[in-house]
């Protein structure tokens, strides 16, 4: 699978909004709890075998 780096656009409540940063207007939706605990807005995320870290 191929690897991709998100930023997160912003937070509404148990849910991110994600923002492909290879594409333009490319935005993810996804609960909370698939994310590595500690995100915030602005932090930059690496999407590899199914798996989110930090960058």
Do not use: H, W
């Amino acid at each position: 699978m191929e690897e991709k780096t998100y930023r997160i656009k912003r937070i509404e409540g148990e849910y991110a909004y994600l923002e492909l940063l290879d594409a333009a207007e490319d935005e993810l939706f996804i609960a909370m709890a698939l994310l590595p605990t500690g995100v915030d807005i602005g932090d930059l995320l690496k999407f590899s075998n199914f798996e989110f870290t930090i960058l």
